[in-house]
Structure formats: structure tokens, C-alpha cells
């Protein structure tokens, strides 16, 4: 099984809404990565969790808070976002932080109204 | 100066062409480089693994020269299904760091 399962594929919130994107993978990788993706442009790292602890936050704003509850879990808890935060996030995980290289996710769509 | 930079694109080519795209990268220290494929509201996935022998899987060749800092990616006999961004990663420090993605149509 090498997939990244991903739920919402798609989530439309209001700017006071709290909502929660959920990352799940069955390959024992123990690096796991928040990216956010706006249109046209690469993905940008967010946060990294290497073996259920965060290791990088990428001076992300605090409406957006990471949990790893265990090895095969991500998720990214939403809070109080903006319409600029709409975008497409994507999970991904790797072997470890070392790599060699990282499977991602469908990502979730999200629209913040 | 951007960590990875590729060709701005895009490319407009027809069904059989062959086209070449390019990638340089700023840290001589970085350890991995790949080509990921992205489809239009897909996720990215990895097309090939760049080695500095040269690789080729069937229509696709990947080279990579650390001593110019540059990777590029050549697809052959272009197919309709090509048409996608293509992304050049390298991997520095245990990180991915991505290029701003080659957008590829192939046209009938």
C-alpha cells in the first residue's frame, strides 16, 4: 500500500469556523508533511513531523495548529482562517526525514468564505 | 536568487515532439533530486529519480551535472497524456525544496 489517504477532498468554512483536515498513511513512514499549495504556484512546506514529534513550522500563524496523534495520523487543525489561506493542502510522508522521497496525498481544496 | 529555478514555460508542443526542460539548484550540498508530475488539481507525483549516470525510463531521460548545478528532464515522442507542470525537487538537508514547475501542453 503505498498511498496517502486524505478527508475532506474538498471543505468550503467561514472565517470564524474551526475544522480540522485529516492525513492517514499504512507504509510505517515515520516522517510525515503539511504543504500548502496555491494556484500556479509549487507547493510550500508548512510543517514536519519525523517520528510523531514536530520538527520544522515553517513560521506558519498560529490559526493553523498541527497534531500528530501517531505514526500513521496527521492532522491540521483550522481556526478563525482567511480568505488568503484558501488553497489546496497537501499531506505528504517519507521514510523518514532523510527520505529518499515523499508520497503525497489527493490534498484537501479548502475555501475560506 | 531561488533555491531550485526552471524554465518559466510554458510549452506548447505537438502530439510526437520531443521536448527538454531545465532545472539548476543554488546549494552544492543538496544530496537528491527527482522530477515530480503534477496534473491540473492533482497532487504531485514522482515521474523519475534523477542519478548522475543519467536515467531513462522508456519515452523519459533525466541528467543530472552537480558540477553546474543542473538537472533536465527530456520526454520524447510527446503524448497527450505528457500534458501536465512539471516539477524539479531537490532534496537539501532532509527537506524537498521545489521549482515553480514547467507547465507542458501537448496539442493534436
Known amino acids: 500500500d503505498t498511498e496517502v489517504t486524505q478527508t475532506p477532498k474538498h471543505l468550503v468554512m467561514g472565517m470564524t469556523n474551526k475544522k480540522s483536515l485529516k492525513c492517514e498513511q499504512h507504509?510505517?513512514?515515520?516522517?510525515m508533511y503539511w504543504y500548502k499549495q496555491k494556484a500556479k504556484k509549487p507547493p510550500e512546506l508548512m510543517f514536519v513531523?519525523?517520528?510523531?514529534?514536530?520538527?520544522i513550522n515553517e513560521s506558519v500563524p498560529s490559526r493553523f495548529s498541527p497534531e500528530c496523534p501517531n505514526s500513521s495520523l496527521l492532522n491540521l487543525h483550522l481556526h478563525a482562517l482567511q480568505p488568503e489561506d484558501s488553497a489546496l493542502y497537501l499531506c505528504a510522508s517519507s521514510q523518514d526525514r532523510a527520505g529518499p522521497r515523499q508520497y503525497f496525498g489527493p490534498g484537501t481544496r479548502l475555501t475560506v468564505t | 536568487r531561488k533555491e531550485v529555478e526552471q524554465d518559466p514555460g510554458p510549452f506548447n508542443v505537438p502530439e510526437g515532439a520531443t521536448v527538454a526542460f531545465n532545472c539548476t539548484y543554488s546549494?552544492?550540498?543538496?544530496?537528491?533530486f527527482f522530477w515530480y508530475r503534477q496534473d491540473c488539481r492533482k497532487e504531485p507525483k514522482l515521474l523519475m529519480s534523477?542519478?548522475?549516470s543519467g536515467n531513462e525510463d522508456g519515452r523519459f531521460t533525466a541528467q543530472l551535472n552537480r558540477a553546474s548545478q543542473y538537472i533536465s528532464l527530456l520526454i520524447r515522442d510527446s503524448k497527450l497524456s505528457d500534458s501536465a507542470t512539471y516539477l524539479c525537487v531537490v532534496r537539501n538537508n532532509n527537506d524537498m525544496r521545489f521549482g515553480a514547475g514547467t507547465r507542458l501542453t501537448v496539442k493534436p
Open positions: 546549494n552544492s550540498a543538496s544530496q537528491s
Open positions: 507504509m510505517g513512514h515515520r516522517a
Open positions: 534523477v542519478y548522475s
Open positions: 513531523y519525523s517520528y510523531e514529534k514536530l520538527s
